[in-house]
């Protein structure tokens, strides 16, 4: 019948079959691997009979494929075992109850990862191998998007919405409309609005998305939603609001109309909007901001410089990059690019230096006088100093923020706040020779521009604050204040209580202003200890300074129904931070129901939890500051007068 033709297949003399040589790490008596290919070689194959596909010696594996056979060998060993053993040990075996708790736990971390884990994620083919690898069954996305993402929702609401009945009044925080995009419109916002209560406690409430610009009037409209969906008609339960923005004109109209309320503007902000208005008005910072644009263009621009100072940067440093220059025009709305370039420019100095001796840029001098100009700059104490001294104080300004974004002081506080600011800065300008006079000029306009009558009045209601006299009485410090301060104080009580109560309240007022409090008390409320976390010295219980008016200070009826409402607000609305993930997937479906309704879930689970662990920071802060290298300010300057004679 029909003819078979063999055919002899020698090894390609052109592979090399070392490089293809895996040194065993196990003995080939236990590997079952070996055993079974030797066993294949040596009975069904003979050299030059075609099977020269492996070669074999005692201390190397060959495989025709490379490294990439591996894999299928392990496959193949793998199945061998199966077939010969199998009833061979199951992997962890775990109970229903347990199963279903893991899973519990599993869907807590990912809604709390607020879309940095994807629903794909779940059915990645490792991912489901670590399931399976722990003994916990595949995961559906469409179930972790749909009823167990429902069910973890209304937990959370029910849980919200039980402390909030719990407490006899509250204050609205709202976080976002301030926008990060610079008004690109398109690009979809996340505002929030949370909850806190007298505790010192907080809890999320909604989120609204806006995109470009947002009137005054819309978030006018959006605060009074908030606080009728939360007390119906009893509107006496919200005593304030703090937010972001619109203190001019949406919050002063909701204090018109409602003479209970205290609204007043995030101090985060307020600090933030200060390294703006240092940027826009104080010279210094207009002639660093020039200069170092003109360096970083020239530097990023011209190809031999370039070069050279990359050249520098690996010796220096062990990594290159170009200055990062800011968008044009963005330099003068937002001075954060610019404090980028200018800690760009500190970090590279000693590298910027050598730039200067390096042949090629003294052969550019000889060519181009802006060479020469950058090389009179650099090599001038002057500049150094002027950049140091920007760099210092938006180093100092931000670190207050931080603080504030941390801690959330309350209104009381805020007065000490601008203060400490104040005294930080006149030693600034002692330290760089800096006239006084522009720069308090300045901070004045941006606390004016944040002040409400509260600080004032919380400042003097609040017992953390009261100053032991000669006497050993402990009374609230009005010498602190202004003579405008203290009008303030009895303009706001008498706004706060009723009419007829009003004179009573300002009697009351006298009297705690004349007799204090009782020195063991007051001593109990500033009591303070050492935070482990931080190091720092905090009051050790902050809620004592509205308690003691609450059990201790009941004879001050009037006055003490104002000093409870006013003491716990705070004066920042920092609160959830979104991760770019999620504001990705809002722009991607913002015109779908279904979509868009699952983002408000996810962001409320998310916020829940952290606004539980009193946790503000993002994932994308964590890994910035897990990635970041902690430089100290020696280091930031990097030996910028270098000896040039060394070098």
């Not at 060998?73 to 347990?98: H, N, R, Y």
């Not at 991760?579 to 979509?595: D, E, P, Q, T």
């Amino acid at each position: 019948g029909s003819v078979t033709t063999s055919y002899q297949v020698p090894p390609l003399a052109i592979v090399d079959p070392s490089r293809f040589a895996v040194e065993l790490a196990y003995s080939p008596g236990v590997s079952m691997a070996t055993s079974i290919v030797t066993a294949a070689g040596t009975g069904g194959s003979t050299p030059g009979s075609g099977g020269g596909g492996a070669v074999y010696g005692q201390q190397h594996l060959m495989l025709s494929g490379g490294k990439e056979d591996l894999g299928a060998l392990a496959m193949l060993e793998d199945s061998v075992k199966k077939l010969k053993s199998p009833k061979a040990s199951p992997g962890p075996t775990l109970s229903k109850s347990q199963i279903d708790s893991a899973l519990d736990y599993l869907a807590d971390w990912v809604y709390e990862c607020c879309g940095s884990v994807s629903f794909s994620s779940l059915e990645h083919p490792k991912f489901k191998a670590f399931l399976n690898q722990v003994g916990l069954p595949p995961l559906s996305r469409r179930d972790f998007a749909g009823s167990r993402l429902d069910g973890k929702y209304e937990e959370a609401k029910v849980e919200s919405e039980a402390k909030i009945r719990d407490a006899m009044f509250f204050q609205i925080a709202s976080d976002g409309w301030k926008s990060k995009n610079y008004g690109h419109v398109g690009e979809e916002n996340l505002v929030n609005l949370s909850v806190n209560l007298p505790n010192g406690t907080s809890v999320f409430r909604r989120a609204v998305f806006t995109s470009g610009y947002v009137h005054s009037k819309y978030a006018e409209e959006i605060f009074m939603e908030t606080i009728s969906e939360i007390c119906g008609n009893n509107l006496h339960q919200c005593v304030g609001i703090v937010a972001d923005k619109f203190k001019a004109k949406a919050l002063r109209n909701l204090e018109d109309q409602h003479r209970w309320m205290v609204n007043v503007s995030c101090q985060y902000e307020a600090f933030n909007s200060l390294v703006k208005d240092f940027g826009k008005e104080l010279p210094l910072f207009k002639n660093v901001t020039e200069n170092c644009l003109k360096l970083a263009n020239f530097v990023n621009n011209k190809s031999q410089v370039r070069n050279s100072f990359h050249k520098y940067q690996l010796q220096e440093y062990g990594h290159a990059g170009l200055l990062r220059v800011p968008l044009r025009g963005y330099e003068r709305s937002d001075f954060g690019p610019v404090y980028t370039l200018v800690e760009d420019t500190l970090s590279s100095a000693r590298a910027l230096q050598l730039v200067l001796l390096d042949e090629s840029y003294k052969i550019l001098c000889m060519e181009e006088q802006i060479a020469r100009d950058l090389e009179e700059m650099m090599r001038s104490p002057h500049f150094w100093n002027e950049l140091e001294a920007v760099h210092s104080l938006v180093k100092l300004i931000k670190s207050m923020a931080q603080d504030i974004q941390t801690e959330k002081p309350r209104v009381g506080q805020c007065l000490p706040l601008w203060e400490e600011l104040r005294v930080k800065v006149k030693d600034w300008c002692s330290k760089f020779h800096v006239a006084e006079g522009p720069v308090e000029k300045v901070i004045e306009r941006r606390f004016n521009k944040n002040y409400h009558p509260a600080w004032a009045a919380a400042f003097i209601l609040d017992p953390l604050y009261l100053i032991r006299d000669t006497s050993g009485k402990y009374l609230p410090p009005f010498k602190c204040l202004t003579p405008e301060q203290e009008k303030d104080v009895d303009k706001l009580i008498t706004r706060l209580v009723s009419r007829d109560e009003a004179h009573i309240a300002l009697m009351e007022l006298m009297k705690w202003r004349t007799e204090g409090l009782d020195p063991v008390y007051a001593q109990a409320v500033q009591l303070k200890q050492r935070d482990p976390s931080t190091g720092k010295m905090k009051i050790a219980n902050p809620q004592s300074s509205r308690l003691v008016w609450e059990t201790h200070l009941t004879e001050f009826k009037s006055l003490g129904k104002v000093a409870v409402r006013l003491i716990f607000l705070r004066a920042s609305s920092c609160g959830f931070k979104c991760n770019w993930s999620v504001l990705k997937w809002v722009n991607a479906h913002s015109h779908s129901r279904v979509g868009m309704d699952k983002a408000q879930k996810l962001i409320f689970i998310a916020a829940h939890s952290k606004l539980q662990r009193r946790d503000c920071s993002s994932d994308e802060d964590k890994d910035a500051e897990l990635f970041s290298l902690a430089n100290s300010e020696d280091d930031v300057l990097n030996e910028v007068f270098v000896d040039t004679s060394s070098v």
